[in-house]
Nanobody, 126 residues
Framework: QVQLVEAGGGLVQAGGSLRLSCVAS????????MGWFRQAPGKEREFVAA????????YYADSVKGRFTTSRDNAKNTVFLQMNSLKPEDTAVYYC???????????????????WGQGTQVTVSP
């Protein structure tokens, strides 16, 4: 079983930055891809970013590419999402997620994660 705890959400003005973190428990973290998803009010949950188990490969939704960066520290079982140049349309609850050990291509094809955090609210004011 994997437990995920996010932190770092909050209120920021458009153009500002926030850094989310997610601490994972469980012995498979270092072999698991990690992902970030978000859900805005009245909308479906959508993919934001993913990072391979070794941290060397990342994948982003087009809507955040060039503005968001995900990274990880396997020694601390922690994954990060650095969000820059935030826009009001980035307002959502952000979720950290963990995949069971599997091929990276499956993650990129859209396989859903197996474990989810509780979410953290990010609000971007105009």
């Amino acid at each position: 079983q994997v437990q995920l705890v996010e932190a770092g959400g909050g209120l920021v003005q458009a153009g500002g930055s926030l850094r989310l973190s997610c601490v994972a428990s469980g012995s498979t973290f270092n072999r698991s891809a990690m992902g970030w998803f978000r859900q805005a009010p009245g909308k479906e949950r959508e993919f934001v970013a993913a990072i391979r188990w070794n941290g060397f490969v990342t994948y982003y939704a087009d809507s955040v590419k060039g503005r968001f960066t995900t990274s990880r520290d396997n020694a601390k079982n922690t994954v990060f999402l650095q969000m820059n140049s935030l826009k009001p349309e980035d307002t959502a609850v952000y979720y950290c997620a963990a995949y069971r050990p599997q091929s990276w291509s499956a993650v990129v094809r859209g396989t859903l994660p197996d474990y989810w955090g509780q979410g953290t609210q990010v609000t971007v004011s105009p």
